[in-house]
């Protein structure tokens, strides 16, 4: 008898294993793009990574772009398709933040980014609405577990460039251009103010908010009363506004050839925009690698190596951001050399960058 109910639970055990075995390709079918524990494949066919602008759109020549160029150069390294494997949904104005990620979420993107501090809130709902979801923002924090927020020391960059700034300048006055007046614009201008006043205590700097990071009009009016104002250079932290620093730097230069006036890009190299014939009004660039972060976190996550719930912060020492030295003729010798001393100080630990009005207020007293 023992032995009877021990043939038929085999039996039965045998029988349970061929039917699970049957069934599982339909159960596959309908849970196509799920792991074992209901998350979204990764497989490499498989994966889908996008992104929504910020109000500045994909060709701000700042750092929506570079976003964009970084998910480009992804999509090409492993001959992905863009509308298949990558995309950005371009946002026209705040209240299409969340639409936009809801968006993606829908259409099974398994990363998804939002491109500058402007989409915390929305990043923020849609990761606690949809868990299985992973995230990423650029230029601010996150605190959920399916988000990974990628930072930068920008105000690292920002001294280095005040540095550029203070050599350059034959007036003894340089501008900031912010775009709005918030916490990480704060800190470009708190290191461009601490590098230039490391170099002359006594220089001039003219700080000014254009209330927007897509206003290129208020940039060109603000550049403008600048310039007027005895200001030969001038730095702008400002997305699609800065269009309109250099729009005005170059009608300058195109109306008087002699004088000189100089803009200094961000987030990416912006030489290109200072061109006028043969002549260029891009002194440096404070380069931020969004491009590289938005690649390198992509490549994470087809690596089943995703950095949820981390705070990725680039700075200096790996190159998260730099100086850039395309304009060989402005950028002298004697300004490189100071720019590097100065790089050294600041990896070192020598050199603390203020990040804040107070701390850049502290900073200078100190001088």
């Known amino acids: 008898m023992k032995n009877r109910k021990l043939l038929l639970f085999a039996l039965l055990l045998s029988l349970g294993m061929i039917l699970a075995a049957c069934g599982g390709s339909d159960e596959e079918s309908k849970d196509s793009g799920k792991d074992s524990e209901g998350e979204k494949s990764e497989e490499s066919g498989d994966i889908k990574v996008g992104m929504v602008t910020d109000v500045g759109g994909v060709d701000d020549k700042s750092f929506n772009q570079s976003a964009w160029e970084g998910l480009q150069a992804w999509g090409e390294e492993h001959g992905f398709k863009k509308g298949e494997n990558y995309d950005y949904i371009q946002s026209n104005e705040d209240a299409d933040y969340l639409p936009n990620i809801t968006r993606l979420v829908r259409q099974d993107y398994n990363l998804i980014y939002g491109i500058g501090y402007k989409l915390n809130d929305a990043i923020n709902k849609s990761a606690k609405q949809y868990a299985d979801t992973k995230f990423g923002i650029v230029d601010s924090v996150v605190d959920q577990p399916n988000v990974v927020s990628i930072t930068f020391k920008e105000h690292q960059g920002s001294f280095l460039v005040g540095v550029a700034a203070a050599k350059k300048t034959k007036t003894n006055k340089i501008g900031f251009v912010g775009g709005t007046d918030s916490e990480l614009i704060n800190k470009f201008e708190s290191g461009y103010i601490a590098g230039a006043k490391s170099v002359n205590p006594d220089i001039k700097i003219d700080v000014q908010y254009a209330g927007a990071f897509d206003a290129p009009d208020n ?86 190596e995703f950095p949820g719930g981390e705070v990725l912060a680039y700075g200096l020492e790996d190159n998260g951001v730099s100086v850039a030295r395309t304009n060989k003729e402005a950028l002298t010798d004697e300004i490189i050399k100071a720019i590097e001393k100065w790089k050294e100080k600041i990896i070192s630990g020598e050199v603390e960058v203020p990040k804040t009005r107070e701390e850049t207020k502290a900073f200078v007293d100190a001088l």
């Open 219 to 304: 940039g060109k009016l603000i550049a403008s009363s600048m310039y007027n104002d005895g200001v030969d250079v001038i730095y702008h932290a400002s997305g699609a506004t800065g269009n309109g620093v250099f729009a005005q730097a170059k009608d300058i230069k195109q109306n008087d050839s002699e004088r000189e006036v100089w803009v200094i890009g961000v987030d990416r190299d912006q030489y290109e925009e200072g061109q006028i014939g043969d002549y260029n009004v891009t002194l440096t660039s404070m380069v931020k690698r969004v491009d590289i972060a938005v690649q390198d976190v992509a490549n994470q996550v087809m690596n089943g």
